[in-house]
């Protein structure tokens, strides 16, 4: 029987092993049939959500610091006259309303102030009660200062009335220029109407060669004189200093009528406060120190007030505008300024038209009295001197009287910014998320904070906080090697840098072993 099978088993196992073939040949044409269908398309990579979403952050104003308030918590806000600070608010809207793009160079504001001014162009109110509730409906109070001050700080300018002639003869013999046509800065030309009033000024030598503008000494000893620049003659020197530091003038010219300029450029040094040098030198006390003060100085010391006078290389170019005597004088925004409610400030922080609330003690009365100041005062202007958050030059108006109370300004006041609500800084506080905690103190222990292992082999070993054994953080003094002193500003530096990462696992190579042998069975078929 077992003869008799053995042809069958055989012929069996032929079949078992021709399948197997067969199997095994289907396989790369199954698979190169695979291969020529369409591949399916990956479904999509589920949306990754960063552990801090891009949120609008709360506005920031270079070197300042602000704080929310209360209307109630505003000395003096209730007894302003609100009325008188909403039409020279509703003056400053005008060009604000009628903007389309944004504007060149971003400030902390931005574009936000063009709701509340659309509105108050269609607002003209005439209740005091009503001009209150629009501001605190339209606004929020912020109260700004410096980084690190409580305070800000004050002072005043005015339009002085001055005589002069439109032609030069013994009396009138001081020029008043006009912008020249060599005067250039970067980023303008001729036809703007008005140059910036900081950064670099040039005049150009030949086609190409830019050199520094004429300072005041050379401009005063005839530098640009004889090309037609006069827009009018002055009596003496110290009424063009003070038009030039006030940026505008009314002239009373000697055939009755009057002439009136304003600010068209400067020539690119920064300017020097004359008062500031009477003080230094001992002349005037500073808490004497007034613009009627140095003018009386000046007059009485004529030989040394040019000298004086000459520290201050700053000098302005103007341009006559078309004034009436009634008109006031028109700022930086380009509209008209309102005495006693219109201020000049950092144009590289704040945006025109934006309202301040300022709280102050000043000597409005007389040189020694503490007149209260409470007032809703509206951007309008800026000034070479006026740097800084909480930083303003109060317009007084035009003339002598005005001059006198704006001269004896020089003190500190505080400063509250009416932001509008589509900024408020709380609301998009409150959306910020979280910070990460702080790590551990286990983890503190494992990842210590260590300086990086950059010195030369030779080098003092640096300093390290040893939070793991005092479980907070102290550092052990270092003597730096006597050659190498200037290694030691470079470690306390480091020191202060973010903990490092933990270093990588080492890569540890594998151990070689032998391949697997597979072990076949052999089969032996005894025919």
Partial sequence: MALEARPETQNLVRLAFGAIAVALALAPLDALARQGRAPKEPPPPPVRHLPYPELELPFQVNGGQYTPVAWSEIAGWREDDHLAAYKAFRVSCKPIAAQQK?????????????????????????????????????????????????????????????????????????????????????????????????????????????????????????????RGLEICYLTNQTDLLFTQIQGSARVSLDDGTTLRINYDAHNGYPYTPVGRILIERNIIPKDQMSMQKIREWMEQNPNEADELRRQNRSYIFFREVQLSDKDEAVGAQGVPLTPGRSIAVDKSLHVYGTPFFIEGELPIESELSKTPFRRLMIAQDTGSAIVGPARADLYFGAGSDAGKVSGRLRHNARFVILVPKSLDPVGRGRKLPVPDARPSEMIAKLFPQTAPSAEPKNAAKPPEATAATTGRSTVQPAVPPASAPSQVPAVQAAIAKPVPLPEPRPKVEAVSAKPHQRHLRRYRHRR
């Fill in 102 to 226: 944004p504007p060149a160079d971003s400030k902390a504001l931005g574009t936000s102030l063009r709701d509340p001014c659309r509105v108050a162009r269609s607002l003209e109110l005439s209740e005091e009660a009503k001009a209150r509730a629009f501001f605190e409906e339209h606004f929020l109070p912020l109260r700004i200062s410096r980084l690190g001050e409580s305070e800000g700080f004050v002072t005043g300018y005015y339009e002085p009335i001055v005589e002069g002639s439109r032609t030069e003869n013994e009396v009138y013999k001081v020029p008043v220029y006009r912008r020249p046509s060599n005067l250039f800065v970067h980023g303008t030309t001729q036809a703007s109407a008005g140059l910036p009033n900081k950064g670099q000024v040039f005049r150009k030598i030949g086609r190409r060669k830019l050199v520094p503008y004429y300072d005041r000494t050379e401009i005063e000893d005839g530098a640009i004189a004889g």
